[in-house]
């Protein structure tokens, strides 16, 4: 059974991290082919050299998306009831290489009920940082968050059923 963080169980600037993961040549490729973003900056090392970077680096869309990737599998009582993604800020702080090895830090930021009070939205601020503990992404990321279930009647406390015209 997977243990998961109710909304009601989440408190501010609680943090969250997450494993780290390696990005590779294959990665960068991979994603250029799904993406179909042939950017040289990313694909081309003769070009890349000329850059202030001097050498290819992948997608900043591709370091976002391995953040979410990294947070999506956190576990145990890390788990967050998640049911939706609202929205997602990001800026690009530092160059990431092929090599590098990102992980992720999401810190509770503020939170509130929905109007029908059955959910809750939790904003948090997401940081993606690499071996050398630099930030190279800061982002703030808004999830609507499942609230605790309503105990349900089992067996006996149910009610009986009316008004199917039998009695």
């Known amino acids: 059974m997977q243990h998961k963080r109710y909304f009601e169980d989440l408190a501010l ?25 042939w950017t040289p900056l990313h694909v081309d090392e003769e070009f890349a050299r000329t850059t202030p970077f001097g050498t290819r680096i992948p997608p900043g869309l591709m370091s976002q998306a391995i953040t979410h990737g990294l947070l999506s599998r956190l576990d145990g009582p890390q788990r967050i009831a998640s049911i939706a993604f609202l929205t997602l800020t990001v800026r690009y702080q530092g160059a990431v290489r092929i090599g590098d090895t990102l992980h992720a830090e999401l810190r509770i930021k503020g939170k509130r009920l929905t109007s029908k009070g059955d959910k809750g939205i939790v904003q948090y601020e997401c940081l993606t ?14 999830l609507l968050v499942a ?15 009316h008004g199917h015209g039998t009695e």
């Open 13 to 37: 600037d609680e943090l969250f991290v997450s494993q780290g993961r390696t990005l590779t040549e294959a990665d960068n490729v991979m994603w250029s082919m799904v993406t179909a973003d």
């Open 129 to 142: 940082l690499n071996q050398r503990n630099e930030v190279v992404q800061r982002g703030e990321w808004e």
């Open 147 to 161: 609230c605790r279930p309503a105990a349900r009647p089992t067996g006996g406390d149910r009610p009986a059923a």
